[in-house]
């Protein structure tokens, strides 16, 4: 398994199984199939509303010494409606019971957006409170906090972009070790990746396959398919592997880190294989070329009617 660095040495296994969409009565048994194929690098989130199943899987894993926990790392990440900075630590604190964890490996702030906390998902615009009113750096600070307790080894956030992570570093203390964003050959944010690079901040690539398996809601009838794509096909025939791989040898050659949501026990050993396919410059050459700026997750869901968000300061 090929682990990334970060600035103090600690690492991070490239290739992690992914969890947001999976079912809670499927994804224990997806762990426990990921821990015991070679996965070491289960990615969650509060807001997946599958943390306890996930801490299931992993809690059978290190009861039937399958694993230690030091061998496993382990990410998850603060939903927007806890973004005061007293509110960070009881946030990680239920996320650490459901797990079942004494500490993550990585907490997020999982996107630049805040609500009330009694708001999970807001469905009207007054149930999105503007950054002025909640400031990142506010949120930044709880996040040190729980650094420095040692309940998170590293910190970072998700959905950042290079203005936001600008601001963020001016005034942060610990600054960020990871964005987590939406990443895959169709939107490959050459910038942004470069930015993070330039100052020592790791990136991870979510929705590395194009999440097919996303609600109706969320996903326009007219979207590309990632993973039909036809130059994808045409470079997974002459590695005689899948397109999957393809998508995840992307990445791994790129230099971020990916996470891939399976449930299903071949595609979760498939995935992690990817690990095995070598593409060439010239394969990665085509890949390149295939940028288009697109968003599978374009973040409408914080642009409803009345909110301060709009897709322009979101992105910004
Ligand atoms: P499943 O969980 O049934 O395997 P993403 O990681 O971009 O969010 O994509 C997740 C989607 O891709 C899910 O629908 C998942 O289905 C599917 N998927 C995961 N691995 C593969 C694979 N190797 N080949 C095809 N589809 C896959």
Known sequence: MNILKFRNGDGIPQLGLGTWKSKPEEVEQAVIHAIKTGYRHIDCAYIYDNEEAVGRGIQYCIENKLID????????KLWNNA???????????????????HYLDLY??????????????????????????VPLATT???????????????IGVSNFSISKLEALLE???????????????YLQQPDLFDFCRNHNILVTGYSPLGSGDRHPN??????????ADPTVMEISKQLNCTPAQVLIAWHLY???????KSTNKQRIEENLKAQAVELSAAQMSKLT?????????????????????TLKNLWN
Do not use: C
């Open 69 to 76: 926990r030091d061998e496993l790392f382990i990410t998850s």
């Open 83 to 101: 973004h005061e900075k007293e509110q960070v630590k009881p946030a990680l604190k239920q996320t650490l019971s459901s797990l079942g964890l």
């Open 108 to 133: 997020l702030i999982h996107w630049p957006v805040a609500q009330p906390q009694s708001v999970k998902f807001p469905t009207r615009g007054e149930e999105l409170l503007a950054l002025e009113k």
């Open 140 to 154: 930044w600070e709880g996040m040190e906090e729980i650094h420095q307790e040692g309940l998170a080894k590293h």
């Open 171 to 185: 005034n942060a203390q610990h600054t960020p070790e990871m964005n987590q964003v939406e990443m895959h050959p």
């Open 218 to 227: 969320n996903r326009r009838t007219d979207e590309p398919k990632l993973i």
């Open 254 to 260: 790129r230099g971020s880190v990916v996470i891939p």
């Open 289 to 309: 070329a295939l940028n288009r700026n697109f968003r599978f997750i374009d973040g409408s869901f914080w642009t409803i009617d009345g909110s301060p968000y």
